[in-house]
């Protein structure tokens, strides 16, 4: 099995990002959490999406064999969550809903507390050709 991170998997990655995405981006109970959680609970927020995908993209993914490939499996978590959070910025852009110039700080929440969903439905669609 290879891993490295390709175009089919950057696709991949995009597509699963962007079908959790776009639901949770129409929500406005997560505009509203963008707006109120306090940098604590984003920060859990953050670390919680890192744990899980790291956990999942080495349980399935990776299949429990690392041991050589340290930097790469750092790199498809750290790229996942990127893509994700792209996918969600310009959802979010497309519904006005990311206020950069006005409100750089809400932008900035609002794309963490969408990602989290996005950044695991990206690394679950990633692995779903893995063997």
Do not use: H
């Not at 990002?17 to 997560?30: D, G, K, M, R």
């Not at 050589?68 to 310009?90: K, N, P, T």
Request: net charge negative; charged share 15%.
């Amino acid at each position: 099995m290879t891993s490295s991170f390709n175009m089919e998997d950057a696709s991949q990655v995009f597509v699963g990002a962007f079908a959790l995405a776009v639901p949770i981006s129409f929500s406005e109970e997560a505009w509203r959490l963008g707006e109120t959680l306090p940098l604590y609970n984003l920060l859990m927020l953050f670390t919680l999406s890192v744990i899980f995908l790291g956990f999942f993209t080495y349980q399935s993914v990776f299949q429990k064999n690392i041991q050589s490939r340290l930097i790469e499996f750092i790199f498809r978590i750290i790229i996942a969550y990127l893509m994700a959070a792209l996918v969600v910025g310009l959802v979010l852009l497309c519904l006005n809903k990311l206020p950069l110039i006005e409100n750089p700080i809400v932008s900035f929440k609002r794309i963490i507390v969408i990602t989290m969903p996005a950044s695991m439905g990206a690394i679950i669609v990633d692995s779903f050709d893995k063997e």
